[in-house]
């Protein structure tokens, strides 16, 4: 098994190494690794953010851990050699099309959500993004309009195969936990939003023992800081699922402390922390490596087959937490590599 390490920018070399020591401890029969640069160091060092080796491992590897790309230093470059065109271009590459976001309250954490502890500990969700599509892959540009004025545009669309696509995705990962789906959009106002929810009705035919509802972006947004517990899973687009999954973030406590796994149709996936490359905090031992440990977590359920060792990390990250484990994002004054101490030592 191979899996390619991407650390990138920022602050993702020093969260990648630590789940890097998590998964060696492990000593897994068989795995190797090979790493490689992306973003903003790669822009630096090979003049693009995706070089055609990255791409080459990419494709090769069984499955990828990614740190998180993002460079004040490149902000200034045409769109194109933008660090974060690193991740749209293995998104759209690979067609990783299904972006699973698990937000959940560790019982020791719930004092750091700004929610009351009460609504906090009952955040038990998932949230399905649908990655290939909308206005982060639609015709975009700059243009003068008839009186001169710059005027910027950014086309959301989606066709029925890539909400059928993603809506199979959602409607199996509800089967595999508590059963409810809500499919969130803007169907009131947006004809891209009226194709989704039609679809989706379409596609729920197929899955009768789960329960689906459907909710108004605007509306989620307020229904997760108000009941969260509701939730079971979540099913939407590349816009609304990646606000929705920050705001998810901060109700747990922490961006650094939500996972992901964006798949392919056949299982293969690229896994990374939601959080940003943090540049202001970069080099200086302050990151939260839990997000990281526990994408290569999601990593050996989801794409390696291997459910029971992924059990073991996430077992140890909430022995470490119960034991006091807490980076500055938590509230604590632990390293970097101090949580990482505290993982292992909790396998």
């Known amino acids: ?48 953010p995706l070089p055609p080796a990255t791409l080459d491992l990419a494709r090769r590897a069984d499955a990828i851990l990614f740190g998180a790309v993002g460079d004040p230093d490149c902000d200034s470059l045409e769109r194109a050699l933008r660090p974060e065109q690193a991740i749209l271009g293995l998104r759209k590459e690979l067609t990783l099309f299904s972006n699973l976001r698990p937000a959940k309250m560790f019982a020791e954490l719930a004092d750091a959500s700004t929610l009351r502890k009460e609504v906090a500990e009952q955040i ?57 789906l809500c499919s969130v959009d803007k169907a009131n106002v947006l004809e ?11 596609v729920a035919a197929d899955y009768p023992d789960v329960e689906l509802s459907h909710m108004y972006v605007d ?5 997760l800081v108000r009941n969260p517990g509701q939730f079971d899973v979540i099913v939407t687009g590349n816009l ?30 690229l896994y990374e922390p939601i959080h940003g490359s943090a540049p202001d905090i970069a080099e200086q ?26 059990d073991r990390i996430e077992v140890a990250v909430a022995k470490a937490l119960a034991g006091g484990a807490r980076s500055a994002d938590l509230g604590g004054t632990m390293s970097t590599s101090a949580m990482g101490d505290a993982v292992l030592a909790a396998l």
């Open 240 to 269: 609304f699922g990646d606000i929705l999954s920050d705001q998810a973030s901060m109700c747990v406590g922490s961006i650094g402390m939500l996972a992901s796994a964006s798949l392919d149709a056949n299982g293969k996936g």
């Open 285 to 310: 031992g302050k990151a939260n490596p839990l997000a990281t440990i526990l994408s290569a977590a999601m990593m050996l359920r989801f794409s390696l087959g291997l459910p029971e060792v992924a």
């Open 124 to 180: 038990d969700l998932l949230i399905v993004r649908e990655l290939n599509g909308d206005v982060y892959f639609g015709e975009k540009g700059m243009r003068k309009t008839a009186e001169g004025l710059r005027e910027g545009y950014d086309i959301m669309s989606y066709n029925e195969a890539e909400v059928r696509r993603i809506a199979h995705s959602a409607f199996r990962a509800a089967q595999a936990r508590r059963g409810k």
């Open 1 to 48: 098994m191979l899996v390619a390490i991407l650390p990138g920018d920022g602050i993702g070399p020093e969260v990648t190494a630590q789940a890097k020591r998590v998964l060696d401890a492990l000593a897994i029969p068989g795995m190797t690794y090979e790493e490689a640069p992306v973003g903003g160091a790669a822009y630096k060092a090979q003049g693009h």
């Open 219 to 223: 509306n989620a947004a307020m229904q």
């Open 192 to 202: 891209t939003s009226q194709l989704w929810r039609d679809v989706v009705i379409e």
